[in-house]
């Protein structure tokens, strides 16, 4: 059994024996979004343009994600109708940005490893970096936009008369709770993720300015900056939508 597998193992377990039928679902859910994934390489690979491929598998990969881990069926309407709607707006913001930034493709820091290979692939890299960073982002927005309108929906059980203003707000501090553990998480995957390249560029007494324009601190950090917006505006969005949705709910009881 290899490491990888035994790891994995031992994940399934863990997460049956701490949240049972909810668990094995997560995890379901994790195998079949792995796949999506696989498949949205193999798509692009094969010439197909990698921001629709990406945009359909991450609304794939939403849906499952929020459905399978959930139960229900208020919150998880309105937790995928948010990330859909932010996951548009952000793909409306990252395709002229990008575009500007100019960070796709290898960085020299990459050079060494790859220039015993053909780099004419025949794939549009700006198309890639664009997806990959609408994929990206799909975890944290998922995650907050859950744990706002399950937070929302729990105060309106409590709260059945509970006025729309003081349930908007409610969802604001929900979000605002969540929003500097979600910041740090980004932040400090992203250092993690690259912690020996930045040693590597401190031995080789990079400056601070090497450091501001290099390709690959540039784009891990546009990451966490869209990744970080895109948050931000799920809250918003998550919350006025279950504002909506119990005014519209109140609205019709009272006929």
Known sequence: MTTMTLLTCILAFLMFITSGRSGVYSFISLVINFVLLFITIVLIAGGIPAIGVSFFSGICILAITIYMGNSGETETDIAFLATVLVMGIMLVLIIPVEHLAQVQGFSNEDSEEIEAFNLAIGVNF??????????????????????????????????????????????????????GMTFNTL??????????????????????????????????????????????????????????????????NSK
């Open 187 to 252: 932040f400090f995957g992203m250092f993690g993720g690259n912690l020996a390249l930045f040693i590597l560029l401190y031995k080789l007494q990079a400056t601070f300015g090497y450091y501001l324009n290099s390709k690959v601190f540039v784009s891990e950090t546009m990451l966490v900056l869209y990744a970080s917006i895109a948050v931000i505006m799920i809250i918003w969005t998550t919350s006025e939508l279950m504002v909506h949705r119990l005014a519209k709910q109140r609205k019709k």
């Open 126 to 179: 700006e198309s890639i970096i664009i997806s990959t960073i609408v994929l990206s982002t799909l975890g944290a927005i998922a995650e907050a936009a859950i744990a706002v309108s399950s937070g929302m929906q729990e105060i309106i059980e409590q709260k059945p008369t509970i006025e729309l203003n003081d349930l908007r707000k409610s969802g604001r501090n929900i979000g605002h709770q969540i929003m």
